[in-house]
């Protein structure tokens, strides 16, 4: 922890704001957003799992709909596809990056549209922080005109090229478990191009209650938004974000060096257009 976290979440309590919204929620996004870059759109919510989910949604995504997937990923990357009905396709993982095999992921996209199954999108993931080929996979998305949904659960603080993870794809998702880079204990967030998609997203997480005098819903609704006292949490931890980047890559090079005459011994390593969280 920080230090101010306790700071945030006695706010909350004094103004009597334990809720999902509040001004805890609405400064964590400007935080978020602030640090994501420059025109970018931030909706905090519930869990990373949340926002895939939420992301598949607002990309369209049905029942019987196809959606390409690493399969070298924790779970939670492939459920969300499940909760809409639609059905995963499993893409195996290159080892340079351990993320998207760019000729499987091809070879998987012609293979569907020559069976009238075009995918509705790809899932890719950046891997225990580390970016997916960005620019190759873009290239294939452009190809077949196929949105990529960007799983950067385990990647805020990497970069490639100056532009942060979780900012390339059509839309991004960060999550903020307990295992991640900071933690709100539970949470995560969709990183939009434009802000009618993150209201869009807002819409969806809070029951999608229309704007009328009474109780009306038009569209299937979720219960996503992040709770302001979790968001208390994020805020602190924000403030401490580029120390704990600085505790991992410390933990790295602690590991190169403690192992470094063991010559069975290799270690991953990325191009030097990579910062990372993890390693440095």
């Not at 640090?35 to 519930?46: D, F, I, P, R, T």
């Not at 095999?101 to 070879?107: D, F, G, I």
């Not at 509705?120 to 452009?142: C, F, N, Q, R, T």
């Not at 799983?151 to 839309?171: H, N, P, V």
Request: aromatic share 10%; hydrophobic share 40%; charged share 20%.
């Amino acid at each position: 922890m920080g230090g101010t976290e306790q700071k945030y979440i006695q706010e909350a309590f004094d103004a009597n704001w334990v809720a999902p919204l509040g001004p805890n929620v609405n400064e964590f996004e400007s935080t978020l957003q602030k640090y994501m870059g420059e025109n970018k759109h931030v909706a905090v919510l519930s869990s990373g799992t949340s926002a895939i989910h939420l992301a598949l949604v607002l990309l369209g995504v049905a029942k019987d709909d196809e959606v390409i997937c690493q399969s070298f990923t924790f779970s939670a990357s492939a459920n969300p596809i499940m909760y809409q009905g639609a059905i995963p396709v499993f893409v195996d993982s290159e080892r340079e990056t351990w993320n998207l095999c760019l000729k499987a992921l091809e070879t998987a996209v012609i293979d569907r549209i020559a069976k009238g199954k075009k995918p509705k999108a790809i899932i890719a993931v950046h891997l225990y922080g580390v970016p997916y080929k960005i620019e190759e996979i873009k290239a294939i998305s452009d190809k077949y005109h196929i949105p990529v949904l960007e799983d950067s659960a385990e990647a805020l603080g990497s970069s490639y090229k100056g532009q942060k993870c979780g900012t390339f794809g059509d839309i991004g998702v960060l999550s903020f478990n307990g295992n991640k880079i900071i933690t709100t204990s539970s949470g995560g967030a969709i990183v939009t191009h434009s802000k009618e998609l993150k209201d869009k997203a807002i819409f969806f997480a809070t029951q999608s209650r229309d704007q009328a005098p009474h109780y009306q819903h038009s569209e299937i609704g979720y219960n996503y938004r992040l709770s302001n006292i979790c968001a208390g949490i994020g805020r602190g931890k924000m403030e401490v974000l580029d120390k704990h980047l600085q505790l991992r890559r410390n933990m790295h090079h602690f590991y190169v060096n403690l192992f470094k005459t063991w010559k069975r011994l290799a270690f991953f390593r990325c191009p030097p257009t990579i910062i990372l969280p993890i390693i440095g």
